[in-house]
Nanobody
Framework: QVQLVESGGGLVQAGGSLRLSCAASGRTFSTYAMGWFRQAPGNERERVAAISRSGGSTIYADSVKGRFTISRDNAKNTVYLQMNSLKPDDTAVYYC???????????WGQGTQVTVSS
């Protein structure tokens, strides 16, 4: 089992940047693929970005490609989401999640609020 704690959310103006962090504890971090998700009020949760166990492979939602970058530091048990050129539509609660050797993200953080003002 792994415990996840997000940080780095906040209020930012449109065009600004934020970096989210997700610190993991528990079993070996490098055995988990990681993802960042977000959910805005009234919307379904969507996957924003995902990264493989080694960090060598990443994938992004079309809505954030070219603006967001996911990365991980297995030595620090941390995954990051660098968010640039933020838009009001990026406003949501952002969650990190971990996936073992299944297709399901089984472990979730508590979420961090990101609010982008116009």
């Amino acid at each position: 089992q792994v415990q996840l704690v997000e940080s780095g959310g906040g209020l930012v103006q449109a065009g600004g940047s934020l970096r989210l962090s997700c610190a993991a504890s528990g079993r070996t971090f490098s055995t988990y693929a990681m993802g960042w998700f977000r959910q805005a009020p009234g919307n379904e949760r969507e996957r924003v970005a995902a990264i493989s166990r080694s960090g060598g492979s990443t994938i992004y939602a079309d809505s954030v490609k070219g603006r967001f970058t996911i990365s991980r530091d297995n030595a620090k048990n941390t995954v990051y989401l660098q968010m640039n050129s933020l838009k009001p539509d990026d406003t949501a609660v952002y969650y990190c999640a971990a996936r073992g050797y299944t297709n399901a993200y089984e472990w979730w953080g508590q979420g961090t609020q990101v609010t982008v003002s116009s």
